[in-house]
């Protein structure tokens, strides 16, 4: 079995459109940098794995809406300076279309949530499976099998696996939540709990301890006890906010089959679109 690359489509377009010196333009001077980008990049990555099978998943324009019923400040800090990036979709899609690789956006769910469903059930198959994004998030989702792809790294630190987690944050993959919970993530406009950075969220967690666990640990001050209780209903929220979400979707079933596919270089791809001229 090949192993599956799951593609966060809007991350690669955000590094695509914003990740280069100078604006990539076609013979005729329209700014192509979004879309060229965003296959160059790709195939970056492609050259890295070898054959694998990918699929690309993008944010449904209401994804988010589940969650802002929760927390009204959810990622409400993203105000894009440029939303003319996005109309760089369509001929995206487009190129995605004519390599005949897969790629799914779905109204009502963030990409996130459609990533992590079909990533546990490939998972459990025990694929090895890379997801490329660099939103941290997805380090929920590392395993020994699952990785996170990240090209903006240096070369050596392309792939980050379970062990590199662990000796960077001193928490399991599977804790990252509960870290997060406590520290905050600014990426989604999540507050953590003051006076709760990473080490001493790490330190709390040490040993795979769990976030229930905590107030019978012994390991909380006067002080954190007192901060953590106080703040435990935001806690909880956090982790809610944080942790991706298992999706009963009939179309995911059907995504790892078909065509293992090779990336061809960017120009070729805007070629074979006519974008180039």
Request: proline content about 4%; overall charge negative.
């Amino acid at each position: 079995m090949v192993p599956l690359v799951v593609v966060d489509g809007h991350n690669l377009l955000f590094r695509a459109a914003f990740g280069f010196p100078t604006p990539i333009k076609s013979r005729s001077g329209v700014d192509r940098t979004a879309i060229f980008g965003f296959f160059a990049i790709a195939r970056k990555a492609a050259l890295e794995i070898g054959d694998a099978e990918w699929v690309v998943f993008f944010d449904g324009l209401q994804g988010t809406a589940s969650r802002l019923a929760e927390h009204e400040e959810y990622k409400a800090q993203r105000v894009l300076k440029d939303p003319t990036i996005f109309t760089a979709m369509p001929d995206i899609k487009a190129g995605l279309d004519a390599l005949q690789i897969r790629w799914i956006e779905q109204e009502t769910y963030e990409a996130d949530d459609l990533i992590s469903t079909l990533v546990t059930d490939e998972a459990q198959k025990g694929r090895d499976i890379y997801i490329m994004s660099t939103d941290k998030d997805f380090y929920q989702l590392v395993s020994q099998t699952t990785r996170i792809l990240n090209t903006a790294r240096k070369r050596e630190q392309w792939i980050i696996q379970h062990e590199d987690i662990l000796t960077q944050f001193g928490i399991a993959p599977a804790q990252w939540c509960d870290f997060r919970a406590l520290t905050g993530d600014p990426s989604d406009n999540i507050k953590g709990i003051a006076g709760i950075g990473p080490r001493t969220a790490a330190r709390l967690l040490a040993d795979g301890l769990q976030l229930e666990e905590l107030a019978a640990s012994g390991r909380l001050s006067k002080a954190l006890e007192a901060k953590v209780l106080d703040s435990w209903e935001k806690i909880q929220l956090n982790r809610r906010l944080l942790k991706m979400r298992y999706i009963t979707n009939p179309v995911l079933s059907t995504l790892t089959t078909g065509t293992i596919t090779s990336w061809p270089p960017a120009k070729d791809v805007l070629n074979q679109l006519q974008l180039w001229d």
